[in-house]
């Protein structure tokens, strides 16, 4: 992850990836590139841009690599992509990413229907995708995001014992940072707090980001909990949109305003100005015409009594 000496918490927008690959509208490249320099103006350190997936299955992605090249401009930001295997991996070293996402599901049905692979050959391409990255890009990052890592609508019941088996493979395999998303929505705040402690005994310092969605409204109590596990890094899509287009009832990440919000709130710096992100979500809003975006903050306001973290 990018690092900042003078934040508390880094806040990673994941809206022009994981919230533009679950709504049927393309947003138009222009509408992207002026989001990001929104973005990037409140204060976003760094910004998951898009995948690198088939143009066939995601049209919606098909303009990664200019977004990509768009964003790098950027010196203060951070630019990461989502990869689901060895070609995206290539595609998105050579437009010039700082770090791969990679979705390893710890759910095997869901592995199956978000990247078509068992356990087996996932764990194989990660081999791969490591390999290649050592050998010709070693400066990019890699994360492991472990997907359904809280439960799952196809599996059901998803066991700590396997998440952290998988964790273990992932950091054998040579990945630098070790994710945790709630894919589905079914993660509480007590089972947060303890998977997250024991990731951390598991793999130490690879322990990394959580990435919630608000599906049954835990979203903030989980990063709550998170907080208390020890977890700076936190995934969250502006306007709230967002979800897996291959997991059935997989709804709503967090919504960053309100995350920020809460953030600052509490003392912890973000470096994120709450009113230039109500002004990059008008931008939003435009390149989406008619999407619902959700979120308390831009609806409420802060409130009078409401200062940054370090203000007095």
């Not at 992850?1 to 934040?7: A, G, K, P, T, V």
């Not at 103006?41 to 841009?49: D, F, H, K, T």
């Not at 595609?91 to 990413?97: E, L, N, Q, S, Y």
Request: glycine share 10%.
């Amino acid at each position: 992850m990018s690092q900042n000496s003078d934040i508390d918490i880094l806040v990673s927008e994941v809206g022009p990836r994981d919230g533009l690959q679950s709504v049927k509208t393309v947003m138009p490249t222009e509408a992207k590139k002026q989001w990001i320099a929104d973005l990037v103006a409140a204060g976003v350190r760094e910004i998951e841009v898009g995948s690198f997936v088939s143009h066939k299955l995601l049209p919606q992605m098909a303009d990664t690599a200019e977004v990509v090249q768009f964003a790098r401009q950027y010196s203060g930001l951070f630019v990461t992509a989502l990869v689901p295997n060895l070609r995206g991996a290539e595609d998105a070293f050579i437009a010039g990413v700082q770090k791969i996402t990679l979705p390893v599901s710890v759910s095997e049905p869901h592995s199956l229907a978000n990247v078509n692979k068992t356990h087996a050959q996932l764990f194989d391409e990660v081999r791969q995708i490591v390999e290649h990255r050592n050998h010709f890009f070693p400066d990019v990052q890699i994360e492991a995001g472990l997907s359904t890592a809280f439960g799952c609508t196809l599996q059901g019941v998803v066991e700590e014992a396997s998440v952290l088996r998988v964790a273990r493979k992932m950091a054998e395999l040579g990945v630098d940072e070790i994710g945790l998303s709630d894919t589905v929505g079914y993660g509480t705040p007590v089972q947060v707090r303890r998977l997250f402690q024991r990731l951390q005994e598991e793999v130490g310092t690879l322990a990394g980001s959580a990435h919630f969605h608000n599906t049954r409204g835990q979203g903030l109590a989980n990063v709550m909990a998170a907080l208390e596990a020890g977890v700076t890094t936190f995934d969250a899509s502006q306007g709230g949109i967002g979800g897996c287009p291959y997991a059935p009832g997989a709804s709503g990440n967090i919504v960053t305003e309100d995350l920020v919000y809460l953030l600052e709130s509490m003392g912890l710096r973000t470096g994120i100005d709450i009113d230039g992100l109500l002004e990059a979500r008008e931008t939003l809003q435009r390149g989406l015409p008619g999407e619902q975006l959700y979120g308390f903050i831009p609806d409420a306001g802060v409130g009078k009594n409401f200062h940054y973290a370090g203000e007095k």
